[in-house]
Nanobody, 115 residues
Framework: QLQLVESGGGLVQPGGSLRLSCAAS????????IGWFRQAPGKEREGVSC????????YYADSVKGRFTISADNAKNTLYLQMISLNSEDTAVYYC????????WGQGTQVTVSS
């Protein structure tokens, strides 16, 4: 019943921008710790950004600080990840997550940065 659906991925040139969306259904996103992970081919899954459920503060991996912005729209029950200045190392499948008693994952959306 709990579902997360990512969208907004695609092919973008180096230096370009994308905005990922994660629509939640069956639960209220605002009640959960929410965030984004990514996984590139041959690499471990990496935490990208999250919003704390305890104080609402945001956190970012060093590799994306200053370039990515996480936000949530409670009225739309949707999580976003605004990405700018993309480079080839940002190429990965991006996953939305929500955690309360357990962690729920979206199916992922592919981001490919290439010319």
């Amino acid at each position: 019943q709990l579902q997360l659906v990512e969208s907004g991925g695609g092919l973008v040139q180096p230096g370009g921008s994308l905005r990922l969306s994660c629509a939640a259904s069956g639960f209220i996103l605002d009640d959960y710790a929410i965030g984004w992970f990514r996984q590139a081919p041959g690499k471990e899954r990496e935490g990208v950004s999250c919003i704390s459920s305890s104080d609402g503060h945001t956190y970012y991996a060093d590799s994306v600080k200053g370039r990515f912005t996480i936000s949530a729209d409670n009225a739309k029950n949707t999580l976003y990840l605004q990405m700018i200045s993309l480079n080839s190392e940002d190429t990965a499948v991006y996953y939305c997550t929500a955690t309360l008693w357990s962690t729920y994952w979206g199916q992922g959306t592919q981001v490919t940065v290439s010319s």
